[in-house]
Nanobody
Framework: QVQLVESGGGLVQAGGSLRLSCAAS????????MGWFRQAPGKEREFVAV????????DYATSVKGRFSISRDNAKNTVYLQMNSLKPEDTAVYYC?????????????????WGQGTQVTVSS
């Protein structure tokens, strides 16, 4: 069973940057599609970004496209989310997730493994 641990969240001013990391407890490169989701207070958890097994394909939510970048280092069993030009509306708990699906998935129910989340707060 894969265990995921996020880190890198914090408080940042609007326009600033943060880099989130997600460390997996076991080898994920040939097994799991990896995704980032976020949940703001009072809202449903939503898709942010996804990367395929070898890192050759990525997809993003419209709201973050051009500002966020997902990547993975399979040698380190780690996935990253580089977040630039942050906005107050990016404030949320960010979750890393792993999916055993054979195709790219962007819905929460397709991901069987989740981290505990890391808080990102963007001040105006």
């Amino acid at each position: 069973q894969v265990q995921l641990v996020e880190s890198g969240g914090g408080l940042v001013q609007a326009g600033g940057s943060l880099r989130l990391s997600c460390a997996a407890s076991e080898r994920t490169n040939s097994t799991y599609i990896m995704g980032w989701f976020r949940q703001a207070p009072g809202k449903e958890r939503e898709f942010v970004a996804v990367i395929n097994r070898n890192g050759g394909y990525t997809d993003y939510a419209t709201s973050v496209k051009g500002r966020f970048s997902i990547s993975r280092d399979n040698a380190k069993n780690t996935v990253y989310l580089q977040m630039n030009s942050l906005k107050p509306e990016d404030t949320a708990v960010y979750y890393c997730a792993a999916s055993g699906s054979v195709i790219i998935r962007t819905t929460t129910w397709d991901y069987g493994y989740w981290g505990q989340g890391t808080q990102v707060t963007v001040s105006s």
